[in-house]
């Protein structure tokens, strides 16, 4: 599915996506040695055990860039010139193997960027759940949106 043109957002616009992922130990351990994290937490299992947890914590920022990715297909697939920012990044609730995640993406402002005509400026907020309703994650990210192009 192509992802959306600027005018075609609209702020309070969600979006429940429909794709959902479960997070296995093997995505975690390959991002957390591929980004060089060594985070015990992480990749330790006797080590996490010790912990108010007892397991693994999936790495928060495979989590983040699960719940961005599931979004893209019906927001800005093809449709974005540039990630422009993110902000008021939050974990509220560990994310473990085996946890299931889908995403829910919220238009919270838009406006016609003023150094290009051809694009315009996105405001999201994209929530994590996991597969108990828990919210995992929560993001703002600014996209540099593409215009529709004009008919001719």
């Given at each position: 599915?192509?992802?959306?043109?600027?005018?075609?957002?609209?702020?309070?616009?969600?979006?429940?996506?429909a794709?959902?992922?479960?997070?296995?130990?093997?995505?975690?351990?390959?991002?957390?040695?591929?980004t060089?994290?060594?985070?015990?937490?992480?990749?330790?299992?006797?080590?996490?055990?010790?912990?108010?947890?007892?397991?693994?914590?999936?790495?928060?920022?495979?989590?983040?860039?699960?719940?961005?990715?599931?979004?893209?297909?019906?927001?800005?697939?093809?449709?974005?010139?540039?990630?422009?920012?993110?902000?008021?990044?939050?974990?509220?609730?560990?994310?473990?193997?085996?946890?299931?995640?889908?995403?829910?993406?919220?238009?919270?402002?838009?406006?016609?960027?003023?150094?290009?005509?051809?694009?315009?400026?996105?405001?999201?907020?994209?929530?994590?759940?996991?597969?108990?309703?828990?919210?995992?994650?929560?993001?703002?990210?600014?996209?540099?949106?593409?215009?529709?192009?004009?008919?001719?």
């Open positions: 599915m192509a992802g959306l043109y600027f005018e075609e957002f609209e702020e309070g616009q969600v979006f429940e996506h794709i959902s992922r479960t997070v296995t130990e093997m995505d975690n351990v390959l991002f957390s040695t591929l060089m994290n060594p985070q015990p937490l992480h990749l330790d299992e006797e080590f996490a055990k010790q912990t108010e947890f007892g397991q693994r914590l999936v790495n928060s920022l495979f989590t983040l860039g699960l719940v961005i990715g599931i979004s893209v297909g019906e927001t800005t697939l093809g449709t974005t010139i540039a990630n422009l920012g993110m902000s008021d990044v939050r974990f509220p609730k560990p994310v473990f193997h085996g946890d299931t995640l889908r995403a829910r993406t919220i238009v919270k402002s838009k406006r016609r960027s003023q150094s290009r005509k051809d694009a315009g400026i996105v405001e999201f907020e994209h929530q994590g759940i996991n597969q108990r309703g828990e919210t995992v994650a929560i993001c703002r990210r600014t996209g540099l949106m593409k215009c529709r192009p004009m008919e001719r």
